[in-house]
């Protein structure tokens, strides 16, 4: 099946230090999302992309689209205590995202000490 | 709007037992999904609707039911309850034409089975 591989698993960081997370698959994607959980809370999207080579940004937030469509990268700039959470990557299940149906990668914790 | 919201919060369940797990929301969303979380695993799908009177099954929908009564819930129902079914249990809706594929998660539902 499909399956979504995210390194590294878990960051601990110094408050101002970028990050940088990836995502790979198997198989082709044609839609990349990325999410962050807050602890005790359900994932909120933070980046969508939807073309290959796509590089798109959200405040200090970067996310790329690999041109092979089979990976992503997350980087996150001069990082602050409230960026810590679990950040996943996501796909579409086979069948599109048009219905919400979608597979996880394990996820990255971050932790960032001040 | 309250968005996705989930009861109860935290469960405890015996084997065997028998619970529905309840997700609400008033965006008028078509879609709706559950998900489960597992540590080190992401999140799965389960099962998902596409509108009232209508679901499938998603990645691991093994012990689990659901029914689409009301655009506006989709409750899970655990009929035997197992150890393997001790999770984070989140419901999830999107609109069927949002541009960006975005579903809006509930604050989830953690679940024990002893």
């Known amino acids: 099946g499909q399956q979504l591989n995210q390194s590294p698993q878990s960051m601990f960081i110094q408050e101002g230090e970028d990050v940088s997370m990836n995502c790979t698959s198997s198989?082709?994607?044609?839609?990349w999302l990325w999410y962050k959980q807050d602890p005790g809370e359900g994932p909120v999207l933070l980046i969508a992309l939807y073309k290959a080579g796509e590089l798109t940004s959200n405040g200090r937030l970067t996310a790329q689209f690999g041109i092979t469509r089979k990976d992503s990268f997350l980087n996150i700039s001069a990082s602050i205590p409230s960026d810590v959470g679990i950040y996943f990557c996501a796909g579409p299940l086979a069948g599109g995202t048009s219905y919400g149906k979608l597979t996880f990668g394990q996820g990255t914790i971050l932790t960032v000490h001040p | 709007n309250a968005g996705v919201t989930q009861t109860p919060k935290f469960q405890v369940l015996k084997t065997g037992q028998s619970m529905t797990l309840q997700c609400a929301q008033d965006?008028?969303?078509?879609?709706m999904s559950w998900y489960r979380q597992d540590p080190g695993m992401g999140l799965r799908l389960i099962h998902y609707s596409v509108g009232a009177g209508i679901t499938d099954q998603g990645e691991v929908p093994n012990g689990y039911n659901v029914s689409r009564s009301t655009t506006e819930d989709f409750p899970l129902r655990l009929l035997l309850a197992a150890p393997s079914q001790t999770s984070v249990y989140f419901c999830?809706?999107?609109?069927?034409?949002?541009?960006?594929?975005?579903?809006?998660f509930g604050p989830g539902t953690r679940l024990t089975v002893l």
């Open positions: 965006m008028n969303h078509e879609y």
């Open positions: 999830a809706s999107k609109e069927r034409e949002s541009p960006y594929n975005e579903q809006f």
């Open positions: 198989s082709i994607f044609n839609t």
